[in-house]
């Protein structure tokens, strides 16, 4: 950092009328290593032994209530959400006022709920770190979880301080300040486009559209539809983030619908229709349901096919009558968008392992798909069929096809050569 910098200033969020001694042991290593603490006080019972720069009174405030009404609210959890719904709305604000360069927040299963609402409203490049003693816990829905969080283990440390709780707080202080110090913030030098894709192995078309793309003075965003990299894929559609989007993997989808962990939440294919982002969608993988690898395959997929993709994650296929109501849903997904929509519809595949020989090949339950994403396409949606497979280069083409007749018409900002 240059002489004569800003010193990054970071939110130090808990409840201090019970987790002072960890907040401020937080905020005098968050001092040490060069940054500055603003203390956010979320306190519902007490009060704080020490005088924050923004007090539950000011949390309050930002919720459109006060302390007293919270108090009467019912119990700890209307309270509590009440003060997530005030500490969102407070760290904004002092966001959009270029007053937060990052945040930490500390708590259990209370202050992470809170602390999850926060986070959320900071923009990717503002360092978000949680403290949780639920951290990594499938008790965090997807749809909760910011694109950029950064997360530890709050081990050891539920009730006061101790070698393992320091060394675990100190940690986390001097990460939130490090990345502050070093965060190279998104650029708009050119408009982005979000693109979704499984792998490289299970889809490739991104290895021809991404340069292709980047020529037309384009920057793109590649999105792994795994569960989380779907939610952050959603995460940014809802800002408004991208100038188009090829959301050509969809797989979340089917997932979402027969209840997986590895799902990206029940709004997948919907945020960028939303904002009003023009989409070209495909259905990558949607004939295929992950789960974790390490888990016994729910007895309601036995006997169906199965792929061991590592030790982390595999992958059944669903039913034609699964893959038929599947495409019925994407179908509404796509008629809710306030853009247009293309849908492509590769007609000899989606997805590197439903080819002949590999070990998830169904021809007649693929046709099944195909039959009735071909009836359910709405008006509203551009409707193409290729005659192709989705690894193809035909199908690139095809989508790419579109992109620039969009960019032509106006639809899609152009790009920007250097």
Known sequence: MSAGARLPHILVIGTGDTKSEELLFMAD??????????????????????????SKHDVAA???????AILA????NSAMALMASGAAA?????????????????GGSLGTDLALDV????????PKFVVSTIAYSHLLPPERIAPDLMMILWAGGLYGLNPICKAVLSQAAGAVVGAAKAVEKPGRERPLIGMTSLGSSCLRYMKYLKPELEKRGYDVAVFHSTGMGGRAYEAVAARGGFAAVFDLCIQEVTNAENGTVVTSGPDRLENAGRAGIPQIVAPGAVDMVDMPA????????????????????????VSPEQRRAVARVVAAKMAGSAAPVAFLLPAQGIQEWDLAGEPLHEPEALEAFLDEMRRAVPASVTFTEVDAHINAPDFAVKALEVFDRWVAEGIVEKGRVA
């Open 73 to 76: 609210s019912g119990d700890e």
């Open 29 to 54: 290593v968050i001092g040490k290593a060069g940054g500055v603490p603003v203390m956010v006080d979320v306190s519902v019972l007490g009060d704080p032994p020490y005088v924050p720069a923004h």
């Open 62 to 68: 930002a919720a459109g209530t006060s302390m007293e």
């Open 294 to 317: 390490w888990q016994e395959t729910p007895a309601r997929f036995a006997g169906r096919p199965y792929h061991a993709h590592n030790r982390l994650i595999a992958s059944v296929t």
């Open 90 to 106: 407070l760290v904004r604000a002092l966001c959009e006022a270029g007053k937060v360069d990052g945040m930490i927040a500390l």
């Open 119 to 126: 986070a959320a409203v900071l923009p990717i490049g503002v």
